[in-house]
């Protein structure tokens, strides 16, 4: 066990630190680059929840919604309805991991998002809440997940603790404690009483649980947010203290990771998904796609495919014969053989359990074999497959690179948004959409621009 004696001494203080950054995040501040960052992680969220909430665990949680009732004061998404502040955070939350489809950050070894934007929409328009708050709060959402990320180290990740529910957590109270206007120390009270409910288990990936972790940081964090403002009370040491967050949850704690590039805006190394799958198979994917290319290549004629990845993503996605497609997306050698095979692996429906079923993909998953590396990029992978001629052809990924073209992502992800929401809610709706979430820093109505993304569908 960690000796903890002499960590109260330690410099810097994380929570207060921290809590000091969240508050003091302005709009008007911000460097472009950044702003823009966080209206396209906005946008690439809504498609994923819009295209995610008409999957069976969303609308559970909006069947329990319904039932349990509330003050209609935030859209449900793809919902048709309003209902509290803190089940839209929760519901929109799932639904928005569902698909397994949301933006990935290396600092955070999680989906930064998922958690923070949910709160961002709800309290825009239950607190009535302009764009350029929404602006502000994703970013100090996003920028609370990186920096705890990165002081809880690879342990945390590593020992069964699924970042996008415990971290997001925190981004989720930052994000609703920026946009309340908490100070400092309201806000070091709002990570305390997040940090106890924080959780979320990497043994429920393949499971409806999984989103479930999204929403419930999203619920969670905002709670922690609007009780603090009322004067709940709370340690405010909480990423600090004996039997704290980092105490309890990491082996690896770096309070020291705060000093190193202070001024830095981790959002922009945010990475965006082009495949409905667990992040750690697209590197495989990749490089196997490219293998499929090759003209000796036949996918007929594989007789052993060699994968070798980083030892996180070997944890996280080695479901070597997926029964359901929550697994599938999950499972490097099932991704493997949907590379090699060319299938559409940027459609949602190539997961569907309906579609698991393919001979072809199955006998090249049949072949492959995983080894794990300690020393490989955290979002690369090389592949090696063999052919039954005697052609032995490889292929390398490395999708941890963020863009360098923000404008040229932009793009990509506005293609994503319409494969996802113009089947839904129709083409002009679509673009609606597009178009308020690009003007959002000159919106002073949430709930009218976004207006269409609360449409019921079905």
Sequence with gaps: MRQTAGREAQTPHVTHELARFASGIR??????????????????????TLAGSQEPLALMLKAEAAEEGGAPRATLIGGGAKTSMGQAALVNGAAGHALDF???????TGHPTAPVAPVALALAEGRGLDGRRVVAGIVA?????????????DSHYARGWHATGTVGAFGAAAAAANMLGLDAGQTARAFGIAGTQAAGLKSMFGTMCKPLHAGKAARNGLMAATLAERGFTSRDDVLDCVQGFTDTQTETFRPEALLEEPDRFHILDT??????????????IEACLGIA?????EAGDVERVE???PMSALRMCNIPAPETGLEAKFSLAYNVGLGLTKKATGALDIYFDENLDRPDVHAIREAV?????????????????HLGSGVVLRGAGDVGVPANDLGRQWEKLQGKFRALAAPLLGGEAAE???????????????????APAGAEIG
């Design 307 to 309: 994968v070798k990845v």
């Design 369 to 385: 074999s995983v080894e794990g590396s300690g020393d490989m990029p955290k979002f690369a992978a090389d592949v090696v497959v």
């Design 271 to 284: 990475l965006f998904k082009y495949h409905p799958a667990c992040y750690g198979t697209h590197a495989t």
């Design 102 to 108: 949301d933006d990935v950050l290396g600092a955070m």
């Design 141 to 153: 959402g996003i920028e609370v997940e990186a920096r705890i990320g990165r002081v809880l180290g």
């Design 432 to 450: 609606t959409l597009i178009g308020a979430v690009g003007s959002l820093d000159g919106t002073s109505n949430l709930g009218t621009a976004l």
């Design 27 to 48: 709009y008007e501040n911000l460097p472009e680059d950044v702003r823009f960052m966080a209206r396209q992680c906005l946008l690439d969220w809504l498609g994923v």
């Design 293 to 297: 290319e090759n003209p000796a290549f």
